[in-house]
């Protein structure tokens, strides 16, 4: 027996301490309400909530800034309402009223002075406009400065839908061979009615008289409204033209197939013993948008093997049009290579890009005229040949042009990055992105020239005496150039950024509108005649479709946040509810553990009450 150490008692004692400290940790959860009141509770559930937690704060905050987006949309659509109603309402009742003849100059006067006050209130609403001092309806992008835009004269005009191909080789010294069975076969269609002919087998060269005669008339024949016949071209000075014109007048569509497509549309040549057949009217210079079902399909024949390519929809550049079709007619095993040829018909200024691009398909092997025939499918026209309707430029002799007040004689700076986007032929957009930097002036027109090329913007920069000048890469009325507009990365006031999201990049791009009379097109509407106030109807009818665009748009972006907010607070329940899992106690759980740990606690003080009497057994020894 020992006295010196009462292990019993110890073990007893060390037991009640662990109940104790249990004990405390059950009364820090059920008094807290969690589960993790300490990183020493649960080191990986710790570190698990702290990030959920971020999330559901981060979503918490996205939800109202979601609901302020809600309401300064709300702001721009209610304000734009009025505009609509009643102020543009009553200003096309005024242009219809001032339209009648039954007022005078003095009464329209006085309808005039309140299409001011109108025109003055709408400018009022759209300046003064705005939701936490952002303005909503009179966003500005842009800053293009002024600019000239010149438009390139005709020598003439065509007046009856005319499909144009090449004619060179009837006229060249070996001319034209026609095989039967073999390229014999020419097919019209004129408004989607077909009329096909087959033309008299034999040679022909020097003059396109005898083969256009047999044409024509099997064509006439058969009740085809159109005729062929072929032109020297005062565009290039280079080649003879191909025409096939429509008899009746108006605009009509007119196609063309067949297996002598090549010989009477297309240029055909041999180059370096191979042979190849060039689209010479087909233009390129901004490249080539293929339509699923609408000009995607080429058939050809290759050594008289019939086979057909389909190219993927989508909007190409000249470099990228080149792979596609190279890709597919490797798809299909053809020995054939597609490209662009060089310049013809250029823009004689001076720099890169000023070429008039025709595709070129050039056979890998063979130089046989037939190595390739170009026979059908709706990119059969688009791609080798050219449809001008009555009023089109035909033979252009000077290009258009847009010469811009920018200074570059000393280069030019730009402070933050910038799109520069034009407008080509009328509606196509065209867009390059300049990083902020200082260029010289030789500098500034290389980089420019190069991005024009690589999205085949089919425009050319200049330096015009010192002054930024862009001009299209063809000539002509039918190739312009307008509507240049700058715009500053950092100065873009037309957009606002919503952070709808608990991360970053969780953006909502809300695009704001410019409801002045400037932006609307009314500005300069006059009701002080008849012709103004008529003229005004349609401009104010457009001024309605405007703002009923941006009407529908902020309602599109409304509908859109609240979808988007209902999954922000579906999402930051169900994190909220996980989060919970992990950091909060079960409480009648805990209260079981600790009611089990204070029973335990009282035994153990019981048993070190008796533990600590065992070492008086020794005192027992001594009563002898």
Known sequence: MRIAHNISALNTLNKLNKNNKSIGTSLEKLSSGLFINKAADDAAGLAISEKMRAQIRGLAQAGRNIQDGISLIQTAEGALGIIQDPNLLRLRELAVQASNGTLTDSDRSHIQKEVQQIKQGINEIANNTNFNGINLLNASSSNSGTYTIYTGENISSL???????NSDNIHNAAGVEIIAGVNDELTVKVDGNSYSVTIASGMYNGSSTAIYNDINSKLAALGAPVKLTDVYSKWDDTHMRTLLTSTIPGNHMIEIEGTAFNEIFAQEDNFLGNYQVWGREADFSIGYTVVSGVNDTLDFKENGVSKTIVLTEGAYSRDEFIIELNKQLTNVGAQVTASFTGPIG????????????MLSLKHNSSNSKNAIQLV??????????????????WTPSTKSYLLTNIDISNGISIENSQDWEFTVDGSIKKQVTLGAG???????????????????????????NGILKFEREMNGSSYTVSDLTIIDAAKNSNTLHLEVGPNAGNIFIVNLSDARTTALGINGIDFSTIQGAESAISKIDKAIKIVSAERSKFGAYQNALEHIHNNVSNYGVNLTAAESRIRDVDMAKEMMRMTKNNIIAQASQVLLAQANQKPQDVLELLNI
């Open 159 to 165: 007046t009856s839908s005319t499909l144009i191909g």
């Open 438 to 464: 200082s260029y010289t002036t030789s500098d500034f027109i290389n980089i420019l020239n190069n991005q024009f090329d690589k999205i085949s913007a089919g425009i050319i920069a200049k330096n015009d």
């Open 376 to 393: 059908s499918g709706n990119a059969l026209n688009p791609l080798f040949i050219r449809l001008a309707n009555p009023g089109d430029v």
């Open 346 to 357: 250029v823009n004689t200024s001076a720099g890169p890009g000023n070429t008039h691009y």
